[in-house]
């Protein structure tokens, strides 16, 4: 292969390890900290190369579902990374930047989910389960965008910004998570001789188990900030 498809596939090895371990660290870490803050950036930063590594190999070695995780994976970064600027701000700070890429990676979801139903419809389910995950993905990201364009053009609640970035940001782990399993773990269990019919449940498990920690973990945090704000300030006697 071409010395930049080589570059660029191990930059995405190295990149994709570095946002692996980096998002649990930002996860347990404390909030606004340190180390949170720059867990988080190697995090955003690794997310960034694994997008443009996926797309440098994708123009060598066509990659549907490569591109689909990738852009999933990185615009959930990316949009949870800009929501941090709407701390000051009751209304979301969209620039042509932020409205650029929510366009792009509607079109990209479109394309996507395109692609699956046109393989489902041409029989290709016989080979696995990609168009299926094709479908999802490109769901999934449609659906991100959709809502970024709701928040581009609404005032937010007090604390908005704080459920975005989670949602996002663990989201975008989601699918990181997801193209681990797909791209290295699934060949393994085949070697080990699980049957195929079973390895999508290896892909779509942290869709299933990650979508309802997310929902009760942002709901959880949505408890304590609400009794934080609920609790009646005690001024002083002098």
Do not use: C
């Not at 609640?157 to 989201?171: D, R, S």
């Amino acid at each position: 292969m071409p010395l930049l498809f080589e570059i660029a596939k191990w930059s995405h090895v190295i990149a994709g390890v570095a946002s692996l371990l980096a998002a649990p660290v930002a996860m347990i870490a404390h909030k606004g900290g340190r180390t949170h803050r720059v867990a988080g950036q190697v995090y955003f930063w690794g997310m960034a190369v694994i997008f443009v590594t996926a797309l440098v190999m994708s123009f060598y070695r066509p990659n549907i579902f490569l591109i689909a995780v990738s852009v999933l994976s990185f615009y959930g970064a990316f949009s949870g990374r800009r929501a941090l600027l709407h701390k000051r701000t009751d209304r979301v700070p969209a620039g042509r930047l932020d409205w650029f890429a929510a366009i792009a990676a509607g079109i990209m979801g479109v394309a996507v989910g395109a692609w699956g139903a046109w393989q489902i419809a041409a029989g290709a389910l016989a080979e696995g389960p990609f168009p299926i995950l094709g479908i999802v993905f490109g769901a999934l990201i449609v659906s991100g965008s959709l809502s970024d364009f709701r928040r581009f053009r609404q005032l937010a609640a007090k604390n908005e910004w704080w459920f975005i970035h989670m949602n996002q940001m663990l989201g975008s782990y989601i699918g990181l998570l997801t193209a681990f399993l797909v791209q290295t773990v699934a060949p393994r269990l085949l070697e080990a001789g699980m049957p195929f019919d079973w390895i999508w449940i290896v892909w779509i498990a942290p869709t299933i188990i990650g979508t309802p920690a997310i929902a009760y973990w942002i709901g959880v945090w949505r408890r304590r900030l609400g009794k934080v704000r609920a609790q009646p300030v005690v001024q002083s006697a002098t």
